[in-house]
C-alpha cells in the first residue's frame, strides 16, 4: 500500500463549502434533504456540467457494536439506528460526493460503496467475508472510543488484512467520538498507534444529525458539514493510491510496525 498522503494535499479541503461546491453538492441534495441513491443509480447533472465519476468499494470492519451501521448511516445521510441490532448479513450502501483536486483543480465525483456485514454472520458464513473482501479497495477500520476492547483488536486485523490484501487503502476510524469525556482510548495511546502504523486516524461522533424545521427531518447540508472531513479523506486516500498504481506518482518504501 501507498504510504498515505498528506491531508489536504490531493483533495482541496474545504471546497465544499465554497460557491463552486455547493453548486456540486446541490445533486446529492433535495430540498436540503439527501438524496438516496441505489446501486445502479447516479446524481443528475445540469447539462453543461460534466464530470468524471471514480468509483471504490469499501468494506467496513470492526467488533460488533463499535458503530459500523451507524457511521454508514451517517456518510449517507440516513437516521442512524438508535438501539443496537446486528447485521444480520451484508449490507451495502452507496455515497456520492464530489470533491475538488489539489493538482488540475478538476473535480470529481467519488461514488462510494460500502459493505457492511455483522461479526456473527461473518463467522457463521464462510462465503461472507470473501465476498466482502473481493475487489475491494479500502477498509475502514472501526474502533469505539468507549470500547477499549475494540482500540486493541485493532492490530490483529490489521496485520490479517495485511496479509490477504496488501495494496488495499486501509484507513482507522474511531466512533462516539462525542462521549470523549468517558474515554478508554486516551489520546496517547492514539498517538503512539499512529506512529506504530503511520495510518489516517479519524474521529466521528454518534450524536443524532441535525433536524430541519420540520423536527423530523434530516437536515441534508449539515450532515454533509458532519461528515465531509470522512468522505474527503476517503476520497483523497484512495485517489493517491490510484495515482501511484498508475506509476504518475512515486511510491516510498511502506515502513512496518514496530
Not at 53 to 60: D, E, N
Not at 134 to 154: I, K, P, Y
Request: glycine share 8%; charged share 20%; aromatic share 8%.
Amino acid at each position: 500500500m501507498a504510504r498515505p498522503p498528506v491531508p489536504g494535499s490531493v483533495v482541496v479541503p474545504n471546497w465544499h463549502e465554497s460557491a463552486e461546491g455547493k453548486e456540486y453538492l446541490a445533486c446529492i441534495l433535495r430540498k436540503n434533504r439527501r438524496r438516496v441513491f441505489g446501486l445502479l443509480e447516479r446524481p443528475v447533472l445540469p447539462p453543461p456540467v460534466s464530470i468524471d465519476t471514480a468509483s471504490y468499494k469499501i468494506f467496513v470492519s470492526g467488533k460488533s457494536g463499535v458503530g459500523k451501521t451507524a457511521l454508514v448511516a451517517k456518510l449517507a445521510g440516513l437516521e442512524v439506528p438508535v438501539v443496537h441490532h446486528e447485521t444480520t448479513g451484508i449490507q451495502t450502501t452507496v455515497v456520492f460526493w464530489p470533491a475538488k483536486l489539489q493538482a488540475s483543480g478538476r473535480v470529481v465525483m467519488f461514488r462510494f460503496e460500502f459493505w457492511d456485514c455483522g461479526e456473527s454472520a461473518l463467522k457463521k458464513f464462510d462465503h461472507m467475508l470473501p465476498a466482502c473482501m473481493e475487489n475491494t479497495d479500502a477498509f475502514l477500520f472501526l474502533f469505539s472510543f468507549t470500547d477499549r476492547a475494540s482500540f486493541e483488536d485493532l492490530p490483529g486485523q490489521l496485520t490479517r488484512i495485511a496479509g490477504e490484501a496488501p495494496g488495499v487503502v486501509r484507513i482507522v476510524i474511531g466512533s462516539k467520538f462525542d462521549q470523549y469525556m468517558h474515554t478508554d482510548v486516551p489520546e496517547r495511546d492514539l498517538i503512539a498507534f499512529q506512529q506504530a502504523w503511520e495510518l489516517p486516524l479519524l474521529r466521528v461522533k454518534s450524536v443524532p444529525g441535525r433536524r430541519l424545521a420540520d423536527g423530523r427531518t434530516l437536515d441534508g447540508r449539515a450532515g454533509l458539514a458532519d461528515v465531509a472531513h470522512v468522505l474527503n479523506g476517503l476520497a483523497e486516500q484512495l485517489w493517491h493510491q490510484d495515482q501511484v498504481a498508475a506509476g504518475l506518482l512515486p511510491n516510498p518504501p511502506e515502513s512496518a510496525p514496530e
